[in-house]
């Protein structure tokens, strides 16, 4: 067992292995991002300023006594990684475990909007939240573990799972296989435009002949652009509307005080003027000024 600390968060170290949260992404639908993310075509997000990350952190002890005076089970913190034990390029990190040793608890503190797409009763969690709870025991080589979130600083709830080694093993094949694609260096399937946009970076000079289905794509593709311009128009209009009865108030209200629109100034910052810099130090600014490849652009014709 490896004790928690920065280095585990550093890059080098994220993209040599696949952790729990990159299952989350898979899950999601996303795991062109993890994959990207671990070939250096894509830079990490940066959650170091996200509240909603941070209070997580900062939730997990009080979450965790929640945890144990509702089950009368005895906690310890788990903070340390582990790797599987036939598969080291598959790694994870805890929250706690029981006293005994068998028995994870993963920690989560959510808002309560999310809330309806969960269920004690029928034990039933999103699959993002199930991949990681099966990713989680596959390292740890437990069987049981419980997700307990918060939800929305008031209504707390538990869900307990038994994975087996066939939900394990089915894991780990699924995620084996975009393991290869970060290892081998392989284009990963395309998961929305911005990721197509890294894995294709630039165009060539050859040209590809659409199938029928292709050139069917287009069609509707060009009937959905339509249509969203259209809508966009019209949504448009609405919005300025709203904007000229609200003026230069800053929100908007229902009767019942129901809090309709907001339209604030943002805070100042400060940001950095290359025109300036250009107009009084000319002859240093041309010395850092690089060519750099044009985008690709997307057209439908």
Request: with cysteine; glycine share 4%.
């Amino acid at each position: 067992m490896t004790s928690v600390n920065t280095d585990d968060f550093a890059p080098e170290v994220r993209n040599a292995a696949w952790w729990s949260g990159d299952s989350r992404l898979a899950a999601n639908g996303r795991a062109a991002d993890a994959i990207l993310v671990k070939q250096g075509k894509k830079e990490p997000p940066d959650l170091s300023e996200v509240e909603e990350v941070q209070m997580g952190k900062v939730m997990e002890p009080t979450i965790a006594r929640l945890f144990q005076d509702k089950h009368k089970i005895e906690l310890k913190d788990a903070d340390y990684v582990l790797s599987h034990k036939t598969e080291p390029w598959l790694k994870s990190h805890f929250d706690y475990i029981s006293a005994n040793g068998r028995i994870l608890v993963e920690c989560k503190n959510y808002n309560a909007g999310v809330m309806s797409k969960f269920d004690e009763e029928t034990n039933m969690v999103p699959v993002p939240d199930m991949y990681q709870l099966i990713h989680e025991a596959a390292c740890h080589n437990v069987d049981e573990i419980y997700l307990a979130v918060l939800f929305g600083g008031q209504k707390f709830r538990t869900y307990h799972f038994t994975i087996s080694q066939e939900m394990k093993d089915e894991l780990i094949k699924a995620m084996a296989k975009l393991w290869a694609i970060v290892v081998s260096n392989a284009e990963p399937q395309a998961s929305d435009v911005e990721s197509t946009k890294l894995i294709w970076p630039t165009s060539s000079e050859e040209v590809a002949t659409a199938t029928g289905a292709v050139e069917q794509a287009c069609v509707v593709l060009q009937e959905y652009k339509a249509r969203i311009k259209q809508l966009e128009t019209e949504a448009e209009k609405v919005e300025v509307a709203i904007r000229e009865y609200m003026g230069a108030k800053g929100s908007l209200v229902s009767v019942d005080g129901k809090t309709l629109v907001t339209w604030r100034n943002s805070k100042p910052s400060m940001k950095f003027s290359s025109e300036l810099f250009k107009q009084a130090m000319p002859d240093v600014y041309q010395k850092f000024v690089v060519e750099v490849n044009g985008s690709r652009r997307f057209l439908l014709k």
